[in-house]
C-alpha cells in the first residue's frame, strides 16, 4: 500500500522534532501521492529524512496530526490495541481508575480523541477528522481490554459535539454508540457520590482533572466556613462537606448546575451543611463583602476565561478581579484555593496575576501546594496544550 508523502519546510516543525504531535499547514512544503482527507500519510522533513505517520486534514490548520515517529510502523488494529493497552496500564498505576480519563488525546500518542471512564459507562469524544474514523473500532478493542481486567461495561456514549470538531471541517455529533442507557451515571470519587449526566452535562459530564485537587482541600475543611466559587455540579463543595465543614456555600450562574449540586448534596446526606445558590460570581463577591462576610477557606474554580492568545488580557483582568474579591472573603489564617483551567494563561502569568491582586489588596499569601491535573490527564513536556490546569492553596496571612 502506497502512501502519500508530507516534506516539511526547511526549518520547520520544531514542535515535531521536539516530541509534539502537531505539523501546521503552513510548516509543509509539498504533499505528493493521492489521499484523502483523514487518510495516513508518510512525514518527511526537508531534506528526506523520516519524520513518522500520521493523519492529514486539509481542512484543518493543524495539517497533521502525528501517530508514530516510526516510519514502518503500520497504522492498524494491533497498533490501535497497543496504544489503549498503555494507556490503560499507566491509569492502573498512577489513579483510582474507578471513574477515569483513559485516553488523554496526545498526551496518550492518539491526537485527537478524548475516552472517559465514569463506573461501567465509557464516554466518546473525537476531535480530528482521522481517529473519528476508527470510533467504532476503538470502543470495540478498549471494551476487550477493560474485560481481562474483569470490567464489563454496559454503554458507550459519544460526546463528540465539541466547537473544536467545526475546525476540522466535522459536524458536532452526539448520541449512543451501540445499545441506549440510563445517561445518568453514578460514580464515587474521594468517597464523594455524584450522579454524572454524560448525555448533557459540560465536557463529557464531569470534570475529573480535579481530582485530587479537590482531595487537596479535604484536610483544610474540618469545621470550616466555606465558600466554593463557580461551583459547578458541587464537587469541590461537597468534598468540603464530607470532610466535616460546618457549613458550605457553592455558587454557580448556571441553574441546571446548581440544581445538579443540590441533588449531589442530596445523596450524600450533606443538604443541611451544604447549601447551593444560582447567582453571578462576580456580582455575589463584592455583595458579601459589604455584608463583613469572612470564610475560612475560599475555591475559585472559574472557568477557562480564555480559550484564545488574542483574549489573553481580558482574562488576565478577569483572574486578577475574582482573585482580589476572594482573597478579600478569607478570614486572617484562613484559605484560598485557586485554579485557571485555560492552557494560554500558563503557569508564568497566572503566578504573576495571583501576585498582583495579592499586592493591590494588600494581602500576604503563604503557599500550602502548586498541584496540576489529575495524573490520568498526563502532560506531555513536548505537546504544550496538554498542560492546562493550575492550583494553588494559599494560607492568608494579614495580621502575621
Known amino acids: 500500500m502506497s502512501f502519500a508523502v ?8 520544531r514542535m515535531l522534532k521536539s516530541g509534539g504531535a502537531w505539523i501546521f499547514d503552513n510548516e509543509i512544503d509539498s504533499v505528493l501521492g493521492e489521499f484523502d482527507d483523514g487518510d495516513i500519510v508518510l512525514v518527511h522533513d526537508f531534506d528526506g529524512y523520516p519524520m513518522g505517520r500520521g493523519f ?13 515517529r516510526n516510519i514502518d510502523q503500520e497504522i492498524d488494529e494491533e497498533f490501535f490495541c497497543m496504544r489503549l493497552k498503555d494507556a490503560w496500564e499507566y491509569r492502573k498505576k498512577t489513579v483510582d481508575t474507578s471513574s477515569c480519563r483513559i ?30 474514523r476508527y470510533k467504532e473500532l476503538l470502543i470495540e478493542l478498549l471494551r476487550e481490554i477493560l474485560l481481562e481486567d474483569g470490567i464489563r461495561i454496559r454503554g458507550v ?36 457520590r455524584y450522579i454524572v449526566d454524560v448525555k448533557d452535562g459540560q465536557k463529557t459530564g464531569f470534570f475529573l482533572d480535579q481530582k485530587y485537587n479537590r482531595l487537596a482541600i479535604q484536610k483544610l475543611c474540618k469545621n470550616a466556613k466555606v465558600l466554593d466559587c463557580f461551583t459547578h455540579t458541587g464537587s469541590f463543595a461537597l468534598n468540603a462537606g464530607i470532610a466535616g465543614a460546618e457549613s458550605v456555600l457553592g455558587v454557580d450562574a448556571s441553574d441546571l448546575a446548581v440544581n445538579q449540586a443540590r441533588e449531589n448534596a442530596d445523596l450524600n446526606g450533606l443538604s443541611d451543611r451544604v ?16 455584608q ?34 476572594g482573597m478579600k472573603l478569607v478570614k486572617d489564617g484562613g484559605f484560598l484555593a485557586t485554579c485557571s483551567c485555560s492552557h494560554f494563561m500558563d503557569y508564568e502569568l497566572f503566578t504573576k496575576t495571583i501576585a498582583q491582586a495579592a499586592k493591590s489588596v494588600h494581602c500576604r499569601l ?12 498526563p502532560i506531555l513536556w513536548a505537546a504544550d ?16
Open 6 to 13: 508530507v516534506t516539511l519546510k526547511k526549518g520547520e516543525g
Open 56 to 68: 492529514i486534514n486539509r481542512h484543518s490548520k493543524i495539517r497533521v496530526r502525528m501517530l508514530t
Open 103 to 132: 485516553v488523554f488525546g496526545e498526551a496518550d500518542f492518539l491526537p485527537g480523541m478524548v475516552i472517559d471512564k465514569f463506573s461501567d459507562v465509557l464516554v466518546f469524544q473525537a476531535l480530528a477528522l482521522g481517529i473519528d
Open 157 to 192: 456514549y459519544e460526546r463528540s459535539d465539541a466547537k473544536e470538531r467545526e475546525k476540522e471541517g466535522l459536524k458536532k455529533v452526539k448520541g449512543f454508540l451501540g445499545e441506549e442507557f440510563d445517561t445518568n451515571v453514578e460514580i464515587v470519587e474521594n468517597g464523594v
Open 275 to 290: 447549601k447551593f445558590i444560582s447567582r453571578d460570581v462576580f456580582e455575589l463577591l463584592p455583595e458579601l463583602e459589604k
Open 292 to 325: 463583613g462576610e469572612k470564610y475560612d477557606v475560599v475555591i475559585l474554580d472559574p472557568p477557562a476565561f480564555t480559550k484564545s492568545r488574542s483574549s489573553i488580557k481580558n482574562a488576565v483582568k478577569g483572574y486578577r478581579e475574582i482573585n482580589l474579591r
Open 366 to 377: 503563604r503557599q500550602v501546594e502548586f498541584r496540576t491535573q489529575a495524573p490520568d490527564h
Open 385 to 400: 496544550e496538554s498542560y492546562y490546569l493550575k492550583f494553588y492553596i494559599f494560607q492568608v496571612c494579614d495580621e502575621k
